[in-house]
Structures are given as structure tokens and as C-alpha cells.
């Protein structure tokens, strides 16, 4: 899978974690299979614009949020 996926995944799996969410919670929220989530945070599946919009309400976040790397990762610093 391409560096977006991967990015989109760690971003989900922080703000679950940070929201204090389990997967079965996110997978509830969003209305896909708890296994999806999985493969959507190890970077192993390809979302559609529509699963990153509702990752976005159920995360409570901007979609372009979800997609964008830290700046650490982004090679910039500041």
C-alpha cells in the first residue's frame, strides 16, 4: 500500500488511542467490521474518500487531518 494509506492508518490508530476508543468502539462508530479498522490502522487497506469521511465524524476531526502526516514524519521540523 502507498505511504497515504499508511499515514491515514497511523493517524486513525492515534486518535482512537488518544480517544480513548477500542477498535470495536471505532469499528461501531464508522459501521465496518472491527477487522476492516484493523487493516485500515496497519496501513492494508485503501480507504474510500467516503470510510475517511466517517473516520473523520466519528474521530471528530477534519478529513485532510486523517491524510496528512505529523511534521516529524514530513521531514519538516518546527
Known sequence: MGRLGQVFGRNVR???QDRGL???ALADAVGL???YVGQIERGRRN???NVVERFAEALTVDPLDL?????AEDGVSG
Open 14 to 16: 492515534r486518535l482512537r
Open 22 to 24: 477500542s477498535q470495536e
Open 33 to 35: 467490521a472491527v477487522t
Open 47 to 49: 480507504p474510500t474518500l
Open 67 to 71: 491524510l496528512e502526516a505529523p511534521a
